[in-house]
């Protein structure tokens, strides 16, 4: 276990940082890690660009928010160990869903689509009063207590999010070395060939989007719990494009660039305002995004990548990137 | 019967404004694979810069030359400073375009505010007219809007299918490759169609902002109606984007009357339906 003493680091965190730190920032970093990193998996194995993870997301936690305690009075309230997986299977319902939409598509038109389904899903949760609730969406909602423990708690939701996301990379790993993952990495490199060996194409690319479903609903779930609320502007452009910018600056070719994408955007977020107005925040991100798109379009992890490469050159091995 | 009619003619109305919207989109698109994810934001600075200039000049046509003018050296200015230094990449382009829609939208914000404008209509085109044989009143701006649509659509397809230049960009959607190895200035094509589809986006963003009106978000409004009918009707061809809009248009106008919570799934049933049956959409040529 090479990744051990980062992980005894970041096991230790609760003990060196206060609540703000902890929650605002390590929790919100490793939530929005989570949901990248549906992308940065479809984006490294599959090599499709999806804009549809919000929706994704946004899928799992309006079904915790309506089969959920709520202060909107809309959908009945199930016991959380049934909400959550029922959140976790519509997750990856949409994603399959979405995956065979789009089956056909590669590149920027998979782009476009993606990018189309995310946004009518958007419009939807704003026009449609009976399920999502409109505007306002739900708000009250609360992370389940277990054993008399609360999970909203700074530490317990801090703990909870950083074992959903080793599970999730861990899964992720497992997941593209098994023959299933194999296949959808060579419809990746060489989709004609995998044709021409009879291998369906449509089974592993609904699959991959499903695996992608399925990891951005337990991301989603996290963070319905972690803002107490969800609404449209919880699936909106907004969240759409900020998942993208964090897998951009972090690295698309590479599943940890989720997570090294979300705590650079965290820590912008965070203390752009004293940089500058908090209102140009997005002049700044943009800003940022445009740089990382010009000058490393690898991101931070195949700039960190390249610079080890650079000081080992003989240790380490050429990765071989698409 | 008459709220039928209404609802049909505010379809036209939108598939109009989809069609003006769309057309540069595709354009792009077509002639260099250039997903110009910031042309909802040329839209809406179009539509800004019109608003602007018809409060100062009291000029309603000086006013949608001036947006399509900005609209144009906008786009002009995105293809030379940015999307032309990677061509070929188009996932970068892609991203980089997002990254300009970012900052365009915020900056517009920062100068316009928050609030929704509406250009204040000639003498001309604000009442309404009643319509023969079906017997309903209708805003003249949005006949005027219609009709609008038809010339420009009439005009791109002259120029594309009868001068010289439009012969040069189906030369490049065809072959590209073919073109630059004649020796045509590739670049300068590009951006001068980069510069043309910024114009058709910033005079619809002035129209939109007449016959509607504009505030922030209007720009991802018009950009995902884009990508949805040039999906539906076939990327690059401007009947297709006419059809497309129609289509786009009329469905969504149509929910929104008939069941109002549900509007948004009607045109993503159709882009549903378009891509299943034919991924390239209805008019658009498959990939080689």
Known sequence: MKNAPLLAVLLALPLFLNDFWLTQVATRALILGITALSLSFLA???????FAQAMMAGIAGYTIAYFGPNTVAIGWELPFWLSIPLALVLATLAGALTGLVARRSRGIYAIMITL????????????????????????????????????????????????????ALVLVAGFV????????????????????????ALGPIVAAFAFSGFIAGAGGILNVWYNER???FSVGLGPIIDILIICVIGGLRHPAGAFIGAIA?????????????????????????????????????G??????????????????SI | MTLFFIVTLNGLTLAALYFLAATGFSLIFGLMRTVNMAHGALLLLGGYVGFSVVEATGSWGLGVIAGGLAAALAGALVQFGILGWMQGDELRQTLASIAISIIMADLMLWHWGGITYQVTLPELLSGGQRLPLLGVGYASIRLALMAFALVIGVALWFLIQKTRFGAVIRAGVDDQAML???????KRIFIS????????????????????????????????????VVIVGGMGSVGGAALGALLVGLAEQYGLAYAPTYGAVFTFAIMVLVLAVRPQGLLGRAEK
């Open chain 2, 180 to 186: 630059r190895a004649l020796g045509f200035p590739i």
């Open chain 1, 265 to 301: 955007f965290v820590l912008l977020e965070t203390f752009a305002v004293d940089l500058i107005d908090r209102d140009r925040f997005n002049t700044l991100i943009g800003l940022v995004l445009l740089a990382i798109v010009m000058l490393a379009p690898n991101g931070l992890q």
């Open chain 1, 44 to 50: 490294t194995y599959l090599g499709v660009v999806s």
């Open chain 1, 303 to 320: 700039m960190a990548a390249a610079l080890v490469a650079r000081l080992r050159p003989r240790a380490a091995t050429p990765k071989t």
């Open chain 1, 177 to 200: 070395r098994s023959p299933l993952g194999l296949t959808i990495q060579a419809l990746r490199d060489a989709p004609g060939r995998v044709r021409a060996l009879g291998i369906p």
């Open chain 1, 116 to 167: 189309a389904i995310g946004v009518a899903f958007f419009y939807l949760t704003r026009q449609n009063y009976s399920l999502f609730n409109g505007w306002t969406g739900f708000s009250g909602v609360r992370a389940p207590q277990v054993f008399g423990l609360n999970l909203r708690a700074p530490v317990p939701l801090y703990l909870m999010t950083l074992a959903v996301a080793v599970a």
């Open chain 1, 230 to 232: 969800i609404s449209s």
């Open chain 2, 193 to 228: 169609v980069f510069a043309l589809g910024g114009m058709l986006a910033g005079m619809a963003g002035v129209v939109a902002a007449s016959a509607l009106s504009i505030a922030p978000g209007t720009d991802l409004q018009f950009l995902l109606s884009s990508l949805v």
